[in-house]
């Protein structure tokens, strides 16, 4: 008898838990767009506060992780009134990748440390939270509802963009290469799988993508991204013009980043001049702007290799293009 009394006794004690938990610490949510398109940016702020003033406390807010969203930290902001008074505000910024109703659930965690602890925390340590001895709780936070729809248009783009291209020169010889460059710059979703140059007929490329500038903020990822291609052939070819599809919710219109196609003359190089069948041309007549394009060619190249081995922010890819 005296065993069931008391599960009784624990069992009605058990919600007095949740409850004084749940009075720890209160939070507010902000969400600056609950309606948005697929991949388009919207910022979720929450604000974590102390209620119960006995004793001091950190906040860690995580967000459940979910193939539906992509979500990034943009900042978090510490508040200390006093000693026993604090709040953390977190700024997030989402971008939804799929249509339909989204919820975004977050894990938030308060860690009570004595006075006592902090002092311990602070001789035994330097400046480190994780050194000061805590008990920990959670407490529940109500999910995010989003409503994510689909765009009425195949889209290679979301955000506001402008699209430059630089190329070097259009006349070459059979030895050099033409080197053209496209700049990406502007704010929205962080598309990584874009590409401008598709495959040219008898044509060998080499190519590089380089991240100029890529930081989130609550207009989305701040973007200047240039894609550098060496193109060779021993004819003429033409380097097609781009069209890029885009929507920007900003303006709330579909729009096109275009650039213009380029015609490439290939000069051959007298056959007479050549030490052997291979069309090479001997060393003592060579151009040297051939071989500044070839040397500019291997660079692409080259800074592409070990950029793929050292640096991960460098995208690099090697391509070749033949029929």
Do not use: W
């Not at 459940?64 to 997030?92: F, P």
């Amino acid at each position: 008898m005296k065993n069931h009394l008391g599960k009784i006794y624990l069992l009605l004690l058990f919600p007095l838990y949740l409850f004084g938990d749940s009075q720890l610490a209160s939070y507010t949510q902000n969400i600056s767009k609950k309606e948005l398109f697929v991949k388009e940016a919207t910022q979720i702020t929450i604000t974590v506060a102390q209620k119960d003033y006995a004793t001091a406390m950190f906040f860690q807010l995580e967000p459940q992780k979910n193939d539906a969203y992509e979500i990034i930290l943009l900042d978090q902001v510490i508040k200390k009134v006093s000693l026993h008074n604090s709040s953390t505000t977190y700024r997030y910024l989402l971008f939804p990748l799929k249509s339909g109703e989204l919820h975004i659930g977050f894990d938030c965690t308060i860690r009570l440390a004595s006075d006592n602890a902090l002092i311990d925390g602070v001789l035994g340590g330097h400046d480190d939270v994780t050194l000061v001895k805590t008990v920990d709780k959670k407490i529940p936070i109500e999910p995010i509802t989003l409503h994510v729809s689909p765009l009425s248009e195949k889209i290679d783009l979301i955000g506001d963009f402008t699209l430059d291209a630089n190329l070097q020169k259009s006349d070459i010889n059979q030895y050099g290469s033409a080197n053209i460059r496209y700049t990406l710059s502007g704010a929205g979703y962080n598309e990584k799988s874009l590409q401008m140059l598709s495959k040219i007929a008898n044509v060998t490329a080499f190519s590089q993508v380089t991240d100029i500038a890529s930081k989130a903020t609550p207009n989305g990822y701040e973007i200047k991204r240039e894609y550098s291609y060496a193109l060779r052939s021993k004819n003429n070819f033409t380097i097609p013009a781009i069209e890029i599809k885009a929507y920007s919710p900003k303006q709330n219109k579909y729009y096109t980043l275009k650039s213009q196609s380029y015609d490439i003359k290939v000069s051959s190089i007298d056959p007479k001049t050549l030490v052997d069948n291979k069309e090479f041309p001997p060393s003592k007549s060579y151009d040297f702007k051939n071989l500044k394009d070839i040397g500019i060619a291997l660079l692409i190249f080259l800074a592409g290799f070990v950029s793929a081995k050292i640096a991960p922010s460098l995208n690099f890819k090697r391509r070749q293009f033949k029929s």
